[in-house]
């Protein structure tokens, strides 16, 4: 059974840093894009970045760009989602999700990032 676990959230201020974490079991880890997803009170489910298999893609929201990086570290099973020079709108649950047929089949419980002065 495939299982996403999220950790490393937390309560920062404005300008501050966190690296979650997304560790995921099964031995198929590798052959799957993996997804970052967060939902910021009373807000519907905003896509935030991918890493696809290999870690040779990489994409990103426009609003985290230069922000955010994504990585992973297959032989842990896990990838990484740095934030660096938080703002108050990235206050949100965030989710990390396997990749499948355009959409995603597994997800993780979520981490809170709460930024605020």
């Known amino acids: 059974e495939v299982q996403l676990a999220e950790s490393g959230g937390g309560s920062v201020q404005p300008g501050g840093s966190l690296r979650l974490s997304c560790v995921v079991s099964?031995?198929?880890?590798?052959?799957?894009?993996i997804h970052w997803v967060r939902q910021a009170p009373g807000k519907g489910l905003e896509w935030v970045s991918l890493i696809n298999s290999d870690g040779s893609t990489a994409l990103y929201t426009e609003s985290v760009k230069g922000r955010f990086t994504i990585s992973r570290d297959n032989a842990k099973n896990t990838v990484y989602l740095h934030m660096n020079s938080l703002k108050s709108e990235d206050t949100a649950l965030y989710y990390c999700?396997?990749?499948?047929?355009?959409?995603?089949?597994?997800w993780g419980q979520g981490t809170q990032v709460t930024v605020s002065s």
């Open positions: 099964g031995n198929t880890f590798v052959t799957y894009s």
């Open positions: 999700a396997r990749g499948f047929n355009r959409a995603y089949d597994y």
